[in-house]
């Protein structure tokens, strides 16, 4: 098993993965508490799906009880300049650096199973792969594998990639050798919890996700508090602050897939506001973002148009008053509200 191994972390690296890290399907018993006590002061908003799979989400072993490893894996798709950037030009659009190019979802699962059928030929056994498609809790599993640590912010950081990295999972009935847990190295550092906008961390490696704009860009059904939308800014899909403030990002290394390669940029906010269904549909396609829809995805557009302090946008707010999904007609009414 030993040997085996050492050829499947080889085998990843050569698929493009970053680093791999093994634990047991059971290494994080704290985080079903961590779990329920997360969803019992309804941090979660809208999200039902975190409550409705909560057990499953406590422990991978209950998830496939079969399973005898979980093999975690990361693969970088570092920015080549600071996202936050886009912040100081109001009448563009900022959209989070994991959007910006293909799904990340069909990229890391081509390659997990690239790697688990590798496994399979190399020692029959039974796999399961996973990206974000399960009740699984990626990050404590990536923590006791050995990969990193969940900062302050509540995502996983490296010391030698950063936190520009997604996660992988492949569960297997093989018992290969275990890693060490990783331990957290955020030291007295605060630095991702005073950068965000909304105040969404109670407390360092706490996360209210009721005021997080990536949850409120992406997750949030319906109007977002009227409190809440001047500090989105011209953030329209997720928010990168927090992860952009990382001092261990001086360490991150570069993307090796093509196809995190910036495809969606920043556009002008005049632009997004006048796509309809269809157009927003084939703009966005092999896209993370065509799974909002194109009536929140409008409705972000039109926060960010309020927040512009841009007179020009006015017409566009104008004509979306009108718009037949009435919470695009109110955020339009409320971008108007605040151009005047």
């Known amino acids: ?46 999200m039902q799906w975190m409550q409705d799979r909560a057990e499953w989400r ?19 798709y570092t920015p080549e300049a600071d996202p936050r950037d886009v912040l100081n030009h109001p009448d563009h659009a900022a959209i989070s650096v994991y959007a910006q190019g293909k799904d990340y979802h069909d990229l890391v699962k081509r390659r997990l199973k690239r790697l688990g059928r590798w496994l399979i030929e190399a020692e029959p056994c039974e796999i399961k792969v996973f990206v974000d498609t399960a009740p699984v809790m990626e990050k404590p599993l990536a923590q006791a594998a050995g990969l990193g640590w969940q900062g302050k912010h509540t995502n996983l950081l490296s010391r030698d990639l950063g936190n520009w990295f997604f996660l992988g999972a492949i569960f297997t009935t093989l018992d290969l050798p275990k890693d ?45 508090d009227p409190e809440l939308r001047p500090l989105m800014g011209n953030r329209i899909y997720g928010c990168d602050d927090c992860l952009a403030a990382c001092p261990w990002n001086k360490f991150a290394q570069s993307a090796r897939d093509i196809g995190y390669q910036p495809r969606v ?5 005049a632009e ?14 092999g896209s993370p973002i065509k799974r909002i829809g194109r009536d929140r995805f409008v409705r972000n557009v039109l926060y960010a148009i309020g927040n512009s302090a841009e007179p020009q946008l006015r017409p566009v ?3 979306l ?5 009435d919470t695009v007609a109110d955020a339009a009414r409320w971008a108007l509200a605040q151009l005047s």
């Open 265 to 269: 940029g920043a556009p002008l906010l």
């Open 272 to 285: 997004l506001a006048q796509l309809d269904d269809t157009a927003f549909r084939a703009r966005f396609a």
């Open 180 to 224: 060490a847990k990783e331990i957290s190295h955020c030291g007295t550092c605060t630095a991702c919890l005073t950068v965000c906008p909304t105040d969404a961390f109670p407390a360092p490696y706490q996360l209210d996700a009721r005021r997080c704009i990536s949850y409120l860009t992406i997750e949030h059904k319906g109007p977002v």
């Open 317 to 319: 707010a104008v004509t």
């Open 1 to 46: 098993m030993h040997s085996l191994r050492q050829r499947l972390e080889a085998r990843a690296l050569e698929e493009g993965f970053s680093k791999l890290g093994i634990c047991a399907p059971d290494a994080v018993p704290e985080g079903a508490g961590r779990l329920a006590e997360w969803l019992e002061k309804g941090r979660q908003g809208q």
């Open 58 to 76: 406590g422990s991978a072993a209950t998830l496939w009880p079969q399973a005898r490893s979980v093999i975690m894996l990361a693969e970088v």
């Open 321 to 325: 008053t009108q718009d037949p999904d």
